[in-house]
């Protein structure tokens, strides 16, 4: 079982793109090293022979010059003393007659394979040394005399061999020790990698087949596995949250769209099981055609804030002047607000533009104004104010002197279908915020909710338009000046 | 186009829908004819000449709004009211306000089509040239922007005049909150709350208040129509 485990996940680690990638840079990495350490050798070996050579060559021009001078005899003498000296002990030197017979050195018998032959030789002789337990590498430089005499003067190049050898040894040691460890880690970090892989398909696994809850475990390293570990959490998380809410506004839904049509089912049973009385049928059907639009106009708002939400309508993008789309909404709820005996005023510039949708800005503007009446106090004031601030960003606050809302609640009337309890009973559908949220959220915008003491200050804070701030970064490049906030 | 033309062509491929389309048009006075597919559409479109076509967006073969753009290549310049079931308006049908269309929303009350059938077929012959509209004893005066009955002023605000003046010129058909709000206000958009009714509720107020009759009439379900007691 274990085996079998180990083997699925070495199978694993060889089929990895990482492991493919790691021995892609082992063999290049390899290639490399082979050619430098082959480049070093063949120099070492090369440099060392030459030395070898370059003695030997020198040595037979001192042979040469003393038979030049004091003839076969002054030869003899030298050779004799290079044989006695400690120094040349290593050093070969053969005088033979040209019979190749021996006349003089530390080789008793010309070698056979050399025979006729003048110049750079490498041999072998028979026990020209007594311990030696192998026939060591001879080398040496041939060359006939004047008096047709041979004269052989060599080296024991078997050190030399052992020496180059050597550094072969180490260098073939050493290729193999970079190519064992280099497989090794390759594979470990292959593992490794596979192995994170594997937990975040293994959690991805899971996530399809059982649910949202499941997360992928991090290791603490805080390395960019973590990272991406924990990003792919937060999505999770989001994601979550989304499903969450999607589910809780379908309940809503259901909840608000359930009620009037079993009332308008409940009612039209009853008029079904009656007689026919033509004036209460016309009332009946003109309250049911009332409450279908009712619930036709809850589904429009909420396909409506989806389609705002997708960022299906930036296309109609254009500068529009918020000021006037606020004052013509505050005077289109002069009516309702006279109706409740409220004062509605509209104070601040004249002119504040912003990159936008009028529409949605408009319904936007309208959802706050006619929040801020309903929920404000009857009789009670509600101030709209237009101002563009110094830094740039174009405000417009809707203010009542209601009872507000508890901080608590800040985040949740944001919500589809929230309402507070207190509002159960008033009119509305608890999808007015959320499209003014959808709005704000398409524009870049973002609200703010204060406390009025007493009431509800609601803020639509945008940030300075894409236009004026094109023109601005084009002024601070022509004239060197630094923008602080964009 | 011909005075008193009244034939129209509607583009439905939902059978129901389309007969009740055709119900509702011929029992005020038009000749209709159905096509139940964008192909036909052109056929018929380019064929006959039409008061008004009305044309479903999401139709089995091509996009309504395709279908509007090659009847307009070929020089077909019959008003046309797109209907769309797409909950929102998209920009596509925004752009038809240039161009003097006008669309609806699918689901719509007959009545809501009637009117807006019925604007776009008379669409051609209204240059109105005077200064002065009237309907009953009230005078609505279009260069000093003022509005009177039986000479008395009524004080009325720029926004609340421009509604007056719409609800008039319509005058003896219905004209819906939908239409109040792209006409007067220049939005695209379903309100959802009763702005709108309020703010009539006030105009209201002022042109019919302790006068001898009322003008404005609510039509329950759609909207307004302003009329004179014949």
């Given at each position: 079982m274990a085996l079998g485990i180990a083997s699925v996940h070495l199978a694993?680690?060889?089929?990895?793109?990482?492991?493919?990638?790691?021995?892609?840079?082992?063999?290049?990495?390899?290639?490399?090293?082979?050619?430098?350490?082959?480049?070093?050798?063949?120099?070492?070996a090369y440099y060392v022979r030459g030395r070898s050579d370059s003695a030997l060559?020198?040595?037979?021009?001192?042979?040469?010059?003393?038979?030049?001078?004091?003839?076969?005899?002054?030869?003899?003498?030298?050779?004799?003393?290079?044989?006695?000296?400690?120094?040349?002990?290593?050093?070969?030197?053969?005088?033979?007659?040209?019979?190749?017979?021996?006349?003089?050195?530390?080789?008793?018998?010309?070698?056979?394979?050399?025979?006729?032959?003048?110049?750079?030789?490498?041999?072998?002789?028979?026990?020209?040394?007594?311990?030696?337990?192998?026939?060591?590498?001879?080398?040496?430089?041939?060359?006939?005399?004047?008096n047709g005499d041979h004269l052989l003067v060599g080296k024991d190049i078997d050190d030399l061999d052992a020496f180059t050898g050597k550094i072969k040894a180490a260098f073939i040691f050493v290729i193999a020790l970079i190519f064992l460890l280099a497989g090794v880690a390759s594979v470990l970090v292959t593992r490794r990698t596979v192995g994170r892989i594997e937990a975040i398909n293994t959690t991805s696994r899971a996530i399809m087949q059982s649910g949202l809850d499941k997360r992928i475990p991090l290791r603490g390293t805080n390395d960019e596995w973590d990272r991406v570990a924990e990003n792919l959490n937060s999505m999770l998380d989001c994601i979550e949250t989304l499903m969450r809410e999607v589910k809780q506004v379908t309940d809503n839904v259901a909840h608000d769209l359930r009620t009037p049509l079993a009332r308008m089912r409940g009612r039209l049973e009853k008029a079904y099981h009656c007689r026919r009385d033509s004036e209460e049928d016309q009332a009946l059907i003109g309250d049911t055609i009332a409450n279908?639009?009712?619930?036709?106009?809850?589904?429009?708002?909420?396909?409506?804030?989806?389609?705002?939400?997708?960022?299906?309508?930036?296309?109609?993008?254009?500068?529009?002047?918020?000021?006037?789309?606020?004052?013509?909404?505050?005077?289109?709820?002069?009516?309702?607000?006279?109706?409740?005996?409220?004062?509605?005023?509209?104070?601040?510039?004249?002119?504040?533009?912003?990159?936008?949708?009028?529409?949605?800005?408009?319904?936007?503007?309208?959802?706050l104004v006619d929040n801020a009446i309903k929920h404000g106090r009857a009789g009670g004031h509600v101030t709209v104010e237009v101002v563009?601030?110094?830094?740039?960003?174009?405000?417009?606050?809707?203010?009542?002197?209601?009872?507000?809302?508890?901080?608590?609640?800040?985040?949740?009337?944001?919500?589809?279908?929230?309402?507070?309890?207190?509002?159960?009973?008033?009119?509305?559908?608890?999808l007015g915020l959320s499209l003014v949220a959808a709005v704000a959220r398409l524009h870049g915008a973002h609200i703010e909710m204060l406390d009025n003491l007493p009431g509800l200050k609601l803020r639509l804070?945008?940030?300075?338009?894409?236009?004026s701030l094109s023109q601005t970064v084009m002024q601070a490049t022509n004239g060197g000046q630094q923008i602080t906030k964009i | 186009?011909?005075?008193?033309?009244?034939?129209?062509?509607?583009?439905?491929?939902?059978?129901?829908?389309?007969?009740?389309?055709?119900?509702?048009?011929?029992?005020?006075?038009?000749?209709?004819?159905?096509?139940?597919?964008?192909?036909?559409?052109?056929?018929?479109?380019?064929?006959?000449?039409?008061?008004?076509?009305?044309?479903?967006r999401m139709l089995p073969d091509i996009d309504g709004i395709e279908v509007m753009r090659s009847l307009r290549e070929r020089g077909?310049?019959?008003?046309?009211?797109?209907?769309?079931?797409?909950?929102?308006?998209?920009?596509?049908?925004?752009?038809?306000?240039?161009?003097?269309?006008?669309?609806?929303?699918?689901?719509?009350?007959?009545?809501?089509?009637?009117?807006?059938?019925?604007?776009?077929?008379?669409?051609?012959?209204?240059?109105?040239?005077?200064?002065?509209?009237?309907?009953?004893?009230?005078?609505?005066?279009?260069?000093?922007?003022?509005?009177?009955?039986?000479?008395?002023?009524?004080?009325?605000?720029p926004r609340e005049f421009q509604l007056l003046e719409y609800l008039v010129r319509n005058e003896g058909r219905v004209v819906s909150r939908a239409?109040?709000?792209?006409?007067?206000?220049?939005?695209?958009?379903?309100?959802?709350?009763?702005?709108?009714?309020?703010?009539?509720?006030?105009?209201?107020?002022?042109v019919d208040d302790k006068q001898a009759y009322p003008l404005i009439h609510t039509v329950r379900g759609v909207g307004y129509c302003l009329r004179a007691p014949s």
């Open positions: 694993k680690t060889l089929r990895s793109s990482t492991f493919k990638l790691a021995l892609i840079a082992i063999g290049i990495f390899g290639a490399i090293v082979l050619t430098l350490f082959s480049y070093v050798y063949l120099s070492t060559t020198a040595e037979q021009a001192i042979l040469q010059r003393t038979y030049d001078r004091a003839g076969r005899g002054g030869l003899i003498a030298i050779i004799q003393q290079r044989i006695s000296d400690e120094h040349f002990q290593n050093s070969l030197y053969l005088l033979a007659d040209p019979s190749y017979s021996f006349i003089a050195g530390n080789l008793k018998v010309w070698p056979s394979d050399l025979g006729g032959s003048e110049g750079w030789q490498n041999f072998h002789v028979q026990g020209w040394k007594a311990d030696a337990a192998h026939q060591p590498m001879l080398r040496a430089a041939l060359k006939t005399l004047s279908l639009d009712g619930v036709l106009r809850i589904f429009s708002s909420i396909t409506r804030i989806a389609q705002i939400e997708a960022k299906a309508q930036r296309v109609a993008f254009r500068t529009v002047n918020i000021a006037e789309i606020t004052r013509e909404t505050v005077e289109l709820y002069d009516a309702a607000a006279e109706e409740k005996g409220t004062h509605l005023s509209f104070v601040g510039d004249q002119r504040v533009c912003v990159t936008g949708d009028r529409d949605l800005i408009f319904d936007a503007v309208a959802n563009e601030s110094s830094d740039g960003d174009a405000i417009i606050s809707v203010a009542d002197d209601g009872p507000g809302i508890p901080a608590a609640e800040h985040l949740n009337v944001f919500k589809r279908f929230y309402r507070l309890e207190r509002s159960r009973r008033t009119a509305g559908n608890g804070v945008f940030p300075p338009n894409l236009v | 186009m011909i005075a008193g033309h009244r034939h129209i062509l509607v583009v439905e491929d939902d059978q129901e829908t389309a007969g009740q389309l055709v119900e509702s048009l011929t029992t005020n006075g038009y000749q209709v004819n159905v096509a139940v597919n964008g192909s036909d559409a052109l056929s018929l479109g380019l064929s006959a000449d039409y008061a008004v076509i009305t044309i479903d077909i310049v019959t008003p046309v009211l797109i209907i769309s079931a797409l909950g929102e308006i998209d920009d596509r049908v925004r752009g038809l306000r240039a161009g003097g269309d006008d669309y609806l929303t699918k689901p719509f009350s007959f009545v809501e089509l009637l009117a807006r059938v019925e604007a776009l077929a008379r669409r051609s012959d209204t240059v109105i040239k005077e200064t002065v509209l009237r309907v009953g004893d009230l005078e609505l005066d279009l260069v000093s922007r003022t509005a009177s009955r039986r000479g008395r002023d009524i004080s009325l605000l239409m109040l709000l792209q006409h007067v206000w220049d939005l695209h958009f379903d309100p959802t709350t009763n702005i709108i009714d309020v703010y009539v509720g006030r105009v209201r107020r002022k």
